[in-house]
């Protein structure tokens, strides 16, 4: 007999998809929260047949079962642990464990495409093309490399998983893995991805409105509320205020938050551990400690949300020779401006300020971090404009 223990994601299930088409019936297959892994590991070594092969994949123990796990292997238990988060990286000690981040060829990997592996390379599940696409799409998720190849099937394949039950997705997936050539979507499912996909945009575009700015260390981070489409929300609050470090997610009701980043210089597993979680240096979470609810929920309730740039102007817009005009909500008005070729300075309240930029992106940036600066429609571009030509006149 076999157990498999993994995460409640898709990657996670993708794990248990790929050991029920390989043993079939000899497996039990169990799905977890990060936080609920260690009791099953706990009850299996206490209640389970010992002769049972364990599959631990896509989450790791807490360290009482770490030495557990090596007692079980050294009594003679069969356990193998597979893992590609970085907070994990030091099981690979252990004979049982295998972590591995980045293959050789420097592609990121999934526990989906380690388990593939695994299985594919013990010969205990022969390798097919329907499999291997699928598992590449799961990979692509789980990593965000989708988001680099353009791979909306990979996002597509995840919003699906969230559309229907684990238990009517596994069955759906093997089904599909075992019968067809080729993954493919079906009509009725690409019908109800479209909507969902509408459904996502909306929601996104009323998160974008409620977004607070927090200064955290030496962070600035974007705080928002919400309790579903995390990846997805926090890529698109990432990319629509790039001046923020990373994304902090709030759920409330199931305590805990989760962080996402777009950017190379933050390590959002490394946030996400001060607070006793973990994660990847692009997404992470943690339980919603004390500290931490302090930290985003108490030090922001009260803060006001960011004002979204101006999208629609056709003058006020940003790199322009001529000027790009910004407004805070103390009703400083900020003009950037390039001095020559690689030199931006700022006017405030028509006064220059003494900074330096080496870019447009730098300006804005220092504006917005300081300022919580939006960009201001052409309506109150035009007029701040002739009310500087009516100055110069006076003066
Ligand atoms: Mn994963």
Not at 54 to 73: G, K, M, P
Not at 182 to 190: A, N
Not at 353 to 375: H, I, Q, T
């Amino acid at each position: 007999m076999y157990k498999l223990l993994s995460h409640n994601d898709l990657d996670g299930v993708g794990c248990g998809i790929l050991a029920k088409l390989a043993f079939g019936k000899d497996v039990k297959v169990r799905y977890n929260s990060v936080s609920g892994l260690d009791r099953e590991v706990e009850w299996f070594l206490e209640n389970d047949d010992q002769n049972t092969f364990l599959f631990i994949t896509d989450l790791s123990v807490n360290a009482e079962n770490e030495v557990r796990l090596e007692q079980f292997y050294q009594d003679g238990g069969k356990v193998q642990l597979l893992d590609h988060h970085k907070t994990a990286l030091h099981f690979n000690e252990y004979n049982w464990a295998k972590v591995t981040v980045e293959e050789e060829d420097g592609k990121l990997t999934s526990a989906t495409s380690l388990l593939y592996e695994y299985l594919t390379s013990h010969h205990l599940l022969e390798p097919t093309e329907a499999i291997t696409e699928f598992v590449e799409l799961v990979r692509q998720y789980d990593t965000w490399e989708w988001e680099k190849n353009n791979n909306d099937r990979a996002q597509r394949l995840n919003a699906l998983f969230f559309l229907i039950s684990i238990g009517e997705f596994e069955e759906k997936m093997i089904m599909r893995l075992q019968s067809s050539d080729h993954f493919q979507f079906d009509e009725f499912e690409k019908k109800l991805l479209d909507m969902e996909e509408d459904k996502i945009g909306r929601y996104i575009r009323r998160k974008r409105r409620e977004l607070v700015q927090l200064q955290a260390e030496e962070y600035f981070a974007g705080v928002v509320y919400a309790e579903s489409y995390h990846s997805e929300l926090g890529n698109e609050l990432g990319k629509e205020y790039p001046h923020l470090d990373y994304i902090a997610i709030l759920n409330i009701g199931g305590r805990r938050m989760g962080f996402r980043t777009i950017h190379d210089h933050v390590d959002v597993s490394q946030v996400a551990g001060k607070y006793g979680g973990g994660g990847h240096a692009k997404a992470a979470g943690c339980s919603l400690t004390p500290e931490a609810y302090q930290l985003f929920i108490v030090n922001t309730f009260h803060l006001e949300p960011l004002r979204e740039d101006a999208h629609r102007n056709r003058y006020n817009v940003k790199h322009s020779p001529f000027g790009t005009l910004y407004k805070s909500r103390m009703d400083d008005v900020f003009l950037l401006y390039p001095i020559d070729e690689d030199t931006w300075a700022i006017e405030q309240n028509y006064f220059q300020r003494e900074e330096r930029f080496e870019s447009f992106g730098e300006g804005e940036r220092f504006l917005k971090r300081n300022y919580e600066a939006w960009l201001v429609r052409d309506e109150a571009f035009v007029h701040f404009l002739m009310e500087e030509v009516k100055k110069r006149k006076k003066g």
